[in-house]
């Protein structure tokens, strides 16, 4: 089993920032790719930003280009999300995500695991 850690949310003013935190702990052997997304209330969740283990490639949404960076720690297992410039629509419970999760070499496929989730607020 592999457990996502989430830290770093919390309320905020409108131009302010905030860092997240998500580590991965537990039966890893490899992790292709972590990301964020969020779900705002009585919306859909959504992508924020992804980030490869390998490579470092990065994908953003388009509403948090410019202002949002995703990076990680491959030692550590860990993804950061740096949001700068934040906005009222941003406020959402954000949700970190391990995606093709390999337990072992064995394991080719690997699975996808989820955060429990950290609120952001953003007031205006």
């Known amino acids: 089993q592999v457990q996502l850690v989430e830290s770093g949310g919390g309320l905020v003013q409108a131009g302010g920032s905030l860092r997240l935190s998500c580590a991965a702990s537990?039966?890893?052997?490899?992790?292709?790719?972590m990301g964020w997304y969020r779900q705002a209330p009585g919306k859909q969740r959504e992508l924020v930003a992804t980030?490869?283990?390998?490579?470092?490639?990065?994908n953003y949404a388009d509403s948090v280009k410019g202002r949002f960076t995703i990076s990680r720690d491959n030692a550590k297992n860990t993804v950061y999300l740096q949001m700068n410039s934040l906005k009222p629509e941003d406020t959402a419970v954000y949700y970190c995500?391990?995606?093709?999760?390999?337990?072992?070499?064995?394991?080719?496929?690997?699975?996808?695991?989820w955060g429990q989730g950290t609120q952001v607020t953003v007031s205006s």
């Open positions: 995500n391990a995606d093709r999760v390999r337990s072992s070499w064995a394991d080719k496929a690997g699975w996808s695991y």
């Open positions: 537990g039966s890893i052997f490899s992790i292709n790719a």
């Open positions: 980030i490869t283990t390998i490579g470092g490639s990065a």
